[in-house]
């Protein structure tokens, strides 16, 4: 596909232009410069209500606990199933051909590199991912992974994640995909071949992606329905479009804001579409720099954008994309643009016809640097005489001119477990799960808690492991199922508030 | 008389027997483990069994609640042990619940109870909720689409209320935001349970049972009111709760709860080929939203336009809210019009290609997760091995044996 904008929609958007264009002040051709400031962190860990309700105390560190070696023709799942929270994996250079996952936390998975040979991860074109992880504070490093169908690393809902140094070759659908996390590390990543981002941060706050090169893939960096993410200091080139900014609607988190895109080199982004029909980013046009869609709040700062067919920089609402569902949830417009200066060239120079149909409606002609289609609401610009561009005639000079101040969102302390006390865990445990068996005085599945009482009141620790590896008592009630899935606090937990229980 | 109401009776003996005489061999005991589930229940929430005497409304919360000051029934689940992004319930693992309905009076829930099972609610007199949503199969009828008023079939499958307490709308295209004004849908729908409100509170307000059970629930009210009976209804509802089967024993840190083919299925499950997880997203297995997936209509059904209608768009036409997968091999068949007869059947849609049922000239924008993944039928065969596991009933309410309408519990409509 090359065409995203949907021409239905370019008759609107001519009579919007036209009126700007009829309406506008004959300003001065060009204006000052913005002050030197910066702008203010839009996020402030203070008023963050998932850090302030947590405790922080329990915290097992990374790599405080043991340290296990996997050597070729054995299975690094093995690994991860005996290491334990705090534990460290290193895996020896060579070959290894497996789905990895990690449903535990603090699990750090690092390839060792020895004279430039790496842990290779081959999905040999059938196995779908390479690493999965749902627990927080993964690492994974030094790895060289290829031929996957689905994902190199994909992270649902870990937080404190790190991604760093790791060398993808066409892993299917993403490169790198951490998904509902908190609090991130995506850096020293090459990643190339990708039938759709490579390196996709998708519903999730507080990431850095730094430092990575990402090329021949559909989206190079794709910051979707996240907040408070910095896209900085990256080489990203030959891919159909550079960097992208998006709301999805039709997911269940439908906001994007607070996204700084600065510092990176993104060029020579023309690659010809590859994405799977039906994907969003199979409607982006080859040779676009920047995209942002509907996401507000994102800065634009320093950028080398250069040789882009399409354009620069392009801007647009969900009703101008094409493949987009709607979502009563997630609002349409991108707000709050900055574009603050970059240095553009040599972009627009083949754009596609809807692009040269917006120019004509303002009367403009050339190769554009920036295109605004559709609405958007308080965004802004520095410098624009600098550049060619179309639809943002109506946006402000913007009162900041960098982003200094914000040196990252990412967290110095990992984001905590939620601070429960033992009454509660104890509570909670006892009604979430015991309460399917025992009353108190009344005959269930289990025996009456008050009988119970009368077996342990001065001996919880006794109740607990019985909790854990239950055995046969009474003939005339069925053998428990042991309840090891709670760890040994809340055991001893749970057995406290059975025994304090008085209904 | 109908299966269901055998079994009903069959429980009823079940708990006499387990009450009066012990039972001599753990074989018959486990055998008879899944009715004394309920059985025992039925005991805890004082169900009036034996008497004919006025019912008691219970005065404590069903299992999985705290009665907390203010008489109000909340939540506990493990799963608050864990936080997710934004508060809003989804994820991987260890990842909280989306906010949810609870703080009803345990009171307000075991009216709900009764009326649940009461057909007075109907027109007719011959359908209550427990017909479509049935309590032995997974709170659904086990029907492709569900029979209404008078036999008639309806358009759509009826879905299970496991979890409801967790939903943001309702219906399968997505129409109504709260379980209370659901309620109003079938009770009034003319090929449902054809009632209107008038007639519906003129005949609860004549029954003495009602008026007084009503008064147990809802402090100083001297009549029903239909904002009581659905608040109650609801109340019932939002109860059901399913959130510690296998799956969630893996989850909370026993890695051998499930076995190698199981663990193997939830990562084909939440990879990023087959991308169930994308939509059925852990813990609830669904995300709440309206997905357009192009599932064929069974055969000389038209195309059901599903939430276009609602949201006056084109775009979600035969768009469908996600349904959560827990207890969903309870709940076949499958899809809004039970076009699958098993899981197998159901999974293997995903694996046929990007719009491969929508009818020839019909333009639907398919959700972008359903694309052409290419999985092996072993593999397919491993998410089912999977999703069997999300299966959990610990927390099944107990089927009352006596109505406040005097009328028999009608729970099973195939037979009329």
């Known amino acids: ?503 | 008389m109908s299966y269901t109401n055998n079994h009903c009776s069959f429980k009823y003996m079940i708990i006499v027997n387990t009450i009066t005489q012990r039972v001599k061999t753990t074989a018959t005991y486990l055998a008879a483990l899944p009715l004394l589930l309920s059985g025992a229940m039925a005991l805890a929430q004082a169900d009036a069994i034996s008497t004919k005497a006025k019912i008691k409304l219970a005065s404590h919360c069903p299992p999985s609640f705290e009665l907390t000051q203010g008489n109000h029934c909340e939540l506990r689940t493990v799963y608050q042990f864990y936080s997710s992004l934004q508060g809003r319930g989804v994820g991987g693992t260890q990842t909280a619940l989306p906010p949810h309905k609870d703080g009803y009076s345990p009171q307000q829930i075991d009216l709900g109870r009764y009326l649940f099972f009461d057909p007075i609610l109907s027109a007719n007199q011959k359908q209550s909720c427990a017909s479509c949503h049935q309590p032995e199969l997974g709170f659904s009828d086990a029907l492709p689409r569900s029979i209404g008023f008078e036999g008639k079939e309806l358009k759509r499958a009826a879905p299970t209320l496991w979890n409801s307490a967790f939903l943001t709308s309702f219906f399968w295209d997505a129409r109504s935001n709260s379980l209370e004004d659901q309620a109003k849908g079938p009770l009034y729908a003319e090929g449902e349970m054809n009632n209107t409100p008038k007639e519906l509170l003129a005949r609860l307000n004549k029954s003495e049972e009602y008026t007084q059970l009503f008064k147990q629930a809802f402090l100083g009210r001297d009549r029903i009111l239909e904002k009581d009976l659905t608040t109650a209804l609801a109340a019932f509802q939002a109860s059901l709760i399913s959130l510690n089967s296998r799956y969630d024993q893996y989850v909370h840190g026993n890695h051998q709860a499930l076995n190698d083919n199981e663990i193997a299925g939830l990562n084909v499950f939440r990879s990023f080929v087959a991308r169930c997880s994308e939509c059925h997203t852990p813990p609830l297995f669904t995300n709440n939203q309206v997905a357009v997936i192009g599932t064929p209509e069974p055969e000389g059904h038209d195309l059901d336009i599903g939430a276009e209608e609602h949201f006056k768009s084109k775009k979600l036409k035969a768009g469908f809210k996600v349904p959560t997968l827990r207890n969903i091999a309870k709940t076949a068949p499958y899809m809004h019009s039970g076009v699958f007869e098993n899981l197998k059947d159901a999974t293997e849609f995903y694996n046929k290609g990007r719009g491969h049922a929508v009818p020839k000239g019909v333009d639907l924008q398919i959700h972008w997760h359903i694309w052409e993944p290419d999985l092996q039928d072993s593999e397919l065969d491993l998410i089912v091995s999977f999703m069997k596991t999300l299966n959990d009933e610990t927390f099944m309410p107990v089927t009352p044996t006596h109505l406040p309408s005097g009328l028999a519990v009608l729970d099973d409509i195939k037979n009329q």
């Open chain 1, 1 to 503: 596909m090359n065409k995203s904008l949907t021409l239905s929609l370019i008759t609107l958007a001519i009579g919007f232009a036209a009126g700007q264009y009829f309406n506008r002040d004959t300003a001065p051709i060009i204006q000052a410069n913005a002050p030197e400031k910066s702008l203010s962190a839009r996020y402030d860990k203070t008023n963050d209500e998932e850090l302030t309700s947590s405790d922080t105390s329990e915290q097992i560190k990374n790599g405080s606990g043991q340290v296990h070696t996997v050597n070729p023709g054995q299975l690094i799942q093995d690994a991860v199933k005996l290491a334990q929270p705090g534990d460290t994996i290193l895996v020896m250079p060579g070959l290894y051909s497996e789905t990895v996952y990690i449903d535990k936390d603090s699990i750090q998975l690092k390839g060792v590199i020895k004279e430039g040979k790496r842990a290779v991860l081959d999905g040999k074109g059938k196995l779908n991912d390479a690493i999965l992880y749902s627990g927080n504070n993964i690492v994974v490093e030094n790895f060289l992974i290829t031929k996957y169908k689905g994902n190199a690393i994909m992270g649902q809902a870990g937080n404190n994640f790190e991604i760093r140094d790791n060398i993808i070759i066409d892993t299917g659908v993403y490169g790198i995909f951490p998904q509902l996390g908190k609090n991130g590390i995506i850096e020293g990543n090459i990643v190339s071949g990708i039938e759709d981002a490579a390196i996709y941060v998708g519903m999730s706050d507080n990431v850095m992606v730094s430092h990575n090169e990402v090329f021949d893939s559909v989206a190079g960096i794709e910051i979707e329905n996240s907040r408070h993410c910095i896209v900085e200091n990256n080489y990203v080139h030959d891919n159909t479009g550079g960097v992208l900014a998006f709301i999805t609607p039709g997911l269940p988190i439908k906001t994007t804001y607070d996204v700084i895109i600065r510092k990176n080199f993104i060029v020579d982004n023309n690659h010809v579409n590859f994405g799977a029909p039906g994907s969003t980013v199979a409607g982006i046009p080859a040779g676009t720099g920047i995209l942002i869609m509907a996401a507000d709040q994102v800065v634009v700062e320093d950028n080398i954008i250069s040789n882009h067919k399409t354009a620069g920089i392009m801007i647009t609402d969900h009703h101008n994309a094409p493949n987009i569902t709607i979502d009563e949830g997630s609002d349409p417009y991108p707000d709050d643009i900055s574009i603050l200066d970059n240095l553009m060239i040599n972009n627009g120079y083949d754009t596609i016809d809807e692009v040269k149909a917006l120019m004509l409606t303002e009367l403009k002609s050339g190769n554009p640097d920036i295109i605004r289609v559709g609405e958007t609401n308080n965004s802004c610009i520095n410098n624009r005489h600098r550049y060619i561009t179309t639809g943002v005639n109506d946006f402000k000079d913007c009162n900041f001119n960098n982003t200094d101040d914000i040196v990252t969102y990412a967290l110095a302390e990992p984001v905590p477990a939620r601070k429960i006390t033992p009454e509660n865990k104890g509570k909670i445990a006892y009604l979430g799960i015991c309460t399917g068996c025992h009353t108190y005085t009344g005959r269930m599945i289990g025996p009456p808690v008050q009988q119970l009482q009368a077996l342990y009141m001065d001996d919880p620790q006794g109740l607990a492991d019985y909790i854990a590896s239950p055995i046969k008592k009474r003939d005339d009630y069925p053998e428990m199922p042991p309840q090891n899935y709670l760890d040994p606090d809340t055991r001893l937990a749970v057995a406290k508030y059975m025994l304090s229980r008085s209904n």
